[in-house]
Nanobody, 124 residues
Framework: QVQLVESGGGLVQAGGSLRLSCLTS????????MGWFRQAPGKEREFVAA????????YYADSVKGRFTISRDNAKNTVYLQMNSLKPEDTAVYYC?????????????????WGQGTQVTVSS
């Protein structure tokens, strides 16, 4: 079983920045493709970004492209989401997730493990 723990959420004004972190419990962290998703109240969970095992390939939703950056440090078993130029519509609970392959990285039901989420609130 893989445990994922997100941190770094909070309240920020529009135009501001936050960096989310997701620490995993397994030494085999480098074996997982990691993703970030978010869920706003009353909406379905949606894909934000993903990164392959070594960090050489990244994937982004169109809504965050150019503003968010996903990265990973396999030595620290951690994946990050740097969020810049935040907008009120970015307000959501952000989740990290892990899967084994790069197939269908944007689909929630393709991920094997999920964290509990961290709240991000962007005020206007």
């Amino acid at each position: 079983q893989v445990q994922l723990v997100e941190s770094g959420g909070g309240l920020v004004q529009a135009g501001g920045s936050l960096r989310l972190s997701c620490l995993t419990s397994r030494r085999t962290f480098g074996s997982y493709v990691m993703g970030w998703f978010r869920q706003a109240p009353g909406k379905e969970r949606e894909f934000v970004a993903a990164i392959n095992w070594g960090g050489s390939t990244t994937y982004y939703a169109d809504s965050v492209k150019g503003r968010f950056t996903i990265s990973r440090d396999n030595a620290k078993n951690t994946v990050y989401l740097q969020m810049n130029s935040l907008k009120p519509e970015d307000t959501a609970v952000y989740y990290c997730a892990a899967k084994y392959s790069t197939i269908d990285v944007a689909l929630t039901d393709r991920y094997n493990y999920w964290g509990q989420g961290t709240q991000v609130t962007v005020s206007s």
